[in-house]
Every structure is written in structure tokens, then in C-alpha cells.
């Protein structure tokens, strides 16, 4: 069996401040740093051979942190960033091919970015709730295929997220590796979506807190045998 275990970032910034942050790059604050450490001690029973993350550094950050606080997760292995290499002002870093034997890889990609909240990015919940009423604020943040204004559905990023799970991702879980996913709500939503075969009628109900991870048992299918959830 493998292991695939999913972590919302610990609390950023903006979530501290109650703000709309979609692709805004905030790092996490103080609270969002603990919360990834704890969860890290949480997962010392487990095992990662491979991370994928955002490019948005609140979750960059909640990965490094999960997988160097307790140094058992990564079996021994030091985890190295795999930057996107499409740049071509990049210096050349992309030439080292890397030691699978000493080293655990993060994967980076746009694929598993947060939704985009287009004209929402910045602004303060409550306001917003205030301005244009709590229903509506309710239905551009929870349905699934409403569109906040300038923004994405959360039907919208599955398109994005799906592919990149089942190309790059689930073919690790069918090799028998165990896979961690640092991420964001709506991105990591979209991927339970299709792990626990959930409607699109019954996802707005799904809350996923910050910092806290699931594990999922896996076959060599992609199946799901067992969900845990860390508190």
C-alpha cells in the first residue's frame, strides 16, 4: 500500500487578516508556522518519498517545514526544491539530475495553485459579506462552478488540478511511493473530489483546516482503503 497524505498550508498571513488571497503570494504568519510544525510531528509515524506543492510559498513553506521538523519523515533523506526550469534566464541549477538514494524531491507546479479569486484578491471577508450580501460571498467562495467575479470556480481549477494529478502524482501512488501534497483548499478540494467521489452538489459542505493532514491508504489501482484525519 501507499500513503498519500494532503496538508492545506498552515494559516497565512492574509487568513489572519480575513482577506480574499486566491494567487497573491503571503507567506504564512507566525500561527500558519506553528501549525505546520505541529503537523509535522503529527506525521512522524509516516513516511515521504516525494512531495508536490503550489508555487505559492505559504505552501512551499508548510512542505519544508512538515518534512524538516521531524527528521524521520524523509527517511534520512534531505529534501531538495525541483524549480520550474522554463525561465531562460534561469543559472543552470536545473542541470543537476539529483541522488534518489540521499535526496527526497518537491515538485513545484501552478497545477496545484489555490483557486484564482480574481477582483475578490485582497479584499476583507466581512466587507465583502457587507457589500454584496452573506449569501452571495458564500456562493463565489463555496459552489462549484460559480465564478467570483474576474475569478475561477472551484469546477474551473479541477480542470487544472485533475490532469496533474493523474500524470504526475497517482503514477508515484501506483509505484508504491508515499506522496505528500502541501497545498490549498480549493486545489486540495477539487483532488478529494475525485479520491472520495464526492458530488459537486455535496463539496460546498467540505472544510478543510489549516495546517491539518489527511492520510489515505492507498492500493496499487489509485484506490482509497482508509482516510485518517490528523487533529
Given at each position: ?83 520550474n526550469t ?117 463539496i460546498p ?27
Amino acid at each position: 500500500m501507499s500513503q498519500l497524505i494532503l496538508i492545506r498550508h498552515g494559516q497565512s498571513l492574509w487568513n489572519a487578516a480575513n482577506k480574499f488571497t486566491g494567487w497573491v503570494d503571503v507567506p504564512l504568519s507566525e500561527q500558519g508556522r506553528a501549525e505546520a510544525t505541529v503537523a509535522s510531528c503529527k506525521l512522524r509515524p509516516y513516511r515521504v518519498d516525494v512531495c508536490f506543492t503550489s508555487m505559492l510559498f505559504r505552501a512551499i513553506e508548510t512542505a519544508v517545514i512538515c518534512l524538516t521538523e521531524v527528521d524521520d519523515i524523509c527517511g534520512g533523506k534531505i529534501p531538495i526544491i525541483k524549480h520550474n526550469t522554463d525561465d531562460k534566464d534561469w543559472h543552470g541549477w536545473d542541470q543537476y539530475d539529483g541522488n534518489p538514494n540521499d535526496e527526497l524531491p518537491i515538485f513545484l507546479s501552478a497545477a496545484l495553485d489555490e483557486r484564482y479569486y480574481g477582483d475578490l484578491q485582497g479584499l476583507n471577508k466581512a466587507e465583502t459579506s457587507e457589500k454584496f450580501g452573506e449569501q452571495q460571498v458564500h456562493t463565489w467562495r463555496r459552489s462549484y462552478d460559480v465564478r467570483p467575479p474576474g475569478g475561477e470556480s472551484l469546477e474551473d481549477t479541477r480542470r487544472r488540478t485533475l490532469p496533474f494529478f493523474r500524470d504526475r502524482i497517482l503514477k508515484h501512488i501506483i509505484e508504491g511511493d508515499h506522496v505528500l501534497i502541501a497545498a490549498h483548499g480549493n486545489s486540495l478540494r477539487s483532488i478529494i473530489m475525485e479520491l472520495e467521489n464526492i458530488s459537486s452538489e455535496a463539496i460546498p459542505n467540505l472544510e478543510l483546516g489549516t495546517g491539518v493532514p489527511l492520510v489515505y491508504e492507498m492500493d496499487q489501482s489509485g484506490h482509497v482503503l482508509e482516510k485518517k484525519v490528523l487533529k
